[in-house]
């Protein structure tokens, strides 16, 4: 087992019970990687926090990123609602444009963003 680099560390994995999306933030300086991380069916799926349509992040509350019955992901400003799975804007006002996504892996237990990839690089 290789040794996490603590600097990539997104959440523990146990932390994405439930449903729910939680939000994240990588790097340093002025212009970090704000993310929002989910777990559905096993699979643990990463974005930008950046609504393709408003130009801000999709919470106005910390870690509210769900509808009321946690199906899908939605814009808190302007209701563009995006399938978890994908990212893709199912409705609303940027209905067939995507989130962006963050390559992650899952290891010993961690959610940690991707080998080789550089947070400032996914920036809007």
């Known amino acids: 087992m290789r040794e996490i680099d603590l600097e990539r560390v997104i959440c523990a994995l146990g932390e994405l019970e439930g449903g729910d999306a939680r939000a994240f933030t990588l790097g340093e300086g002025s212009w970090p990687l704000r993310g929002l991380v989910l777990k559905r069916g096993g699979e643990v799926r990463a974005y930008v926090n950046w609504c393709p349509h408003a130009g801000h992040a999709l919470n106005l509350q910390p870690n509210r990123f769900m509808t009321e019955d946690r199906a899908l992901l939605l814009c808190h400003s302007h209701g563009a609602l995006f399938d978890p799975a994908t990212g893709f804007c199912i409705a609303g006002p940027c209905a067939g444009k995507s989130l962006r996504e963050v390559p992650v892996?899952?290891?010993?237990?961690?959610?940690?963003l991707a080998d080789g990839v550089d947070p400032a690089s996914l920036m809007p």
């Open 105 to 112: 892996i899952v290891e010993s237990g961690y959610v940690l």
